[in-house]
């Protein structure tokens, strides 16, 4: 049995390339223009039959007012026929407006909040 001493390992025949050696491929990277979300006012509607105490409470517990500016707010409502809560996301804003309709609901109010976009 005769051993052989086993051969030199090939070196490759294709030189590596270097970072800068021109075989590599960068990709530049463009700033992306992200625009903000649509936001969205929750207002409430006037009616004659919701009382007026109610629709402060309801501003201050579901719109973190406090007193003064909740009574500020149910004025604007009463006078204007429209009252504009708070400005958010549309998810946010949905959720307000179906919390809103919820307690008027099972107060036995009929008092109306919707979500309009900002403009």
């Known amino acids: 049995?005769?051993?052989?001493?086993?051969?030199?390992?090939?070196?490759?025949?294709e030189t590596p390339r270097t970072p800068d050696g021109g075989g590599t491929v960068?990709?530049?990277r463009r700033a992306q223009k992200i625009e903000p979300p649509q936001m969205y006012q929750v207002a409430m509607?006037?009616?004659?039959?919701?009382?007026?105490?109610?629709?402060v409470m309801v501003i201050q517990e579901f719109f973190s007012k406090d007193r003064e500016a909740a009574t500020q707010i149910m004025l604007k409502i009463h006078?204007?026929?429209?009252g504009i809560c708070g400005v958010y996301s549309r998810d946010v804003a949905a959720t307000k407006?179906?919390?809103?309709?919820?307690?008027?609901?099972?107060?036995?109010?009929p008092l109306q909040c919707v979500s309009?976009?900002?403009?």
């Open 97 to 109: 407006v179906d919390q809103v309709l919820d307690a008027a609901k099972q107060a036995g109010h």
């Open 45 to 55: 509607l006037n009616d004659d039959y919701t009382p007026m105490e109610f629709v």
């Open 116 to 119: 309009e976009p900002l403009e």
């Open 1 to 13: 049995m005769a051993t052989k001493k086993p051969p030199n390992p090939t070196l490759p025949t």
């Open 26 to 28: 960068l990709l530049e």
């Open 79 to 82: 006078l204007d026929g429209k």
